[in-house]
């Protein structure tokens, strides 16, 4: 079945420092979106990517979809504590979410 | 978007016995899912419920575990049945207006057996 990996797992920062996470999926997306849990909470959309090379920015988040509409990543400039959370991709061709990559922030 | 009410939100409970979980959308939505999420992990899926007719299940979950119904578009309940504690687990619901879009997500079920 449908496989969504992330890397890393896992991602701590000192404030001010850049994050990226990477996103793979093992098939091709209609489209692919990401989505942020902070901790206790539920997962949140944050944006959602459809064309091939698609590039979408958010404030300091800047959101990629691969040529090949398998991979993606996210990447946050100067991270701030309120950027704290674990980030999903997410393809709606099964609703599957991916690993996820937590992230803390240090102030 | 949709406000999505689940209840109840946490619930400690004995092994051997069942608990329903409802959510209840405030607009009629196309999709409606169940996930399990256990403690530092992702969502897993469990089931779309689909309105009028039996949930399409996921590999590794039955419906005799976790039968669930849908007798219209703005409401879904997920029960987990005949609990162990390897169902301790934080259960969610979640919708989806129109295919291709987002979901939302409810709040969550934190369940807990003894």
């Known amino acids: 079945g449908q496989q969504v990996m992330q890397i890393p797992q896992y991602q701590h920062v000192q404030e001010g420092e850049d994050f990226t996470t990477y996103c793979n999926s093992s098939?091709?997306?209609?489209?692919i979106q990401w989505y942020k849990q902070r901790p206790g909470g539920h997962p949140v959309f944050l944006i959602q990517?459809?064309?091939?090379?698609e590039v979408k920015k958010q404030k300091r988040l800047t959101f990629q979809f691969g040529e090949a509409k398998k991979n993606s990543s996210l990447h946050i400039t100067a991270t701030q504590t309120t950027d704290v959370g674990t980030y999903f991709c997410a393809g709606s061709n099964k609703y599957i979410f991916g690993t996820g990559t937590r992230l803390k922030v240090l102030a | 978007s949709a406000v999505i009410s689940q209840k109840p939100s946490r619930d400690i409970c004995q092994r051997g016995t069942s608990l329903t979980i409802q959510c209840q959308v405030d607009s009629q939505v196309t999709m409606m899912f169940w996930y399990r999420q256990q403690p530092g992990q992702s969502l897993t899926l469990i089931a779309t419920?689909?309105?009028?007719?039996?949930?399409?299940?996921e590999s590794g979950f039955v419906i005799d575990k976790f039968p669930i119904s849908r007798p219209n578009l703005t409401f879904s309940t997920l029960t987990v049945s005949n609990m162990s504690p390897e169902d301790s687990s934080i259960y969610l619901c979640s919708v989806v207006g129109q295919p291709d879009q987002p979901q939302h997500f409810g709040d969550g079920t934190r369940l807990s057996i003894l």
């Open positions: 419920a689909n309105q009028g007719s039996e949930a399409t299940y």
């Open positions: 990517l459809v064309k091939s090379g």
């Open positions: 098939t091709t997306l209609s489209n």
